[in-house]
């Protein structure tokens, strides 16, 4: 069984730093690019940050460039996305998948950011 279990969510300040993990299970996780993605009420679900299987190269969206960090652990099978300087509309649902084609969408993990 695919597994994509996102933690680390929380309410925190504006300013404020959160670590969000991606722990996968059920496919060959190294072969693939992943990335993140949020959803903020009324809004579509975006893309925030992507990661090559393993060459070390990433993007991130302009809302969040320079104040989010990707990375991966292709022997631990998890992806993490570090997050400062955090601001109230970076409050939204993260949720992390593949970018070739998306797997069922998980439950996400909140993240609230507070003024």
């Known amino acids: 069984e695919v597994q994509l279990v996102e933690s680390g969510g929380g309410l925190v300040q504006a300013g404020g730093s959160l670590r969000l993990s991606c722990a996968a299970s059920g496919f060959t996780f190294d072969d693939y690019a992943i990335g993140w993605f949020r959803q903020a009420p009324g809004k579509e679900r975006e893309g925030v940050s992507y990661?090559?299987?393993?060459?070390?190269?990433?993007y991130y969206s302009d809302s969040v460039k320079g104040r989010f960090t990707i990375s991966r652990d292709n022997a631990k099978n998890t992806m993490y996305l570090q997050m400062n300087s955090l601001k109230p509309e970076d409050t939204a649902v993260y949720y992390c998948?593949?970018?070739?084609?998306?797997?069922?969408w998980g439950q996400g993990t909140q993240v609230t950011v507070s003024s």
């Open positions: 990661i090559s299987s393993s060459d070390g190269s990433t």
């Open positions: 998948n593949l970018l070739i084609y998306k797997f069922d």
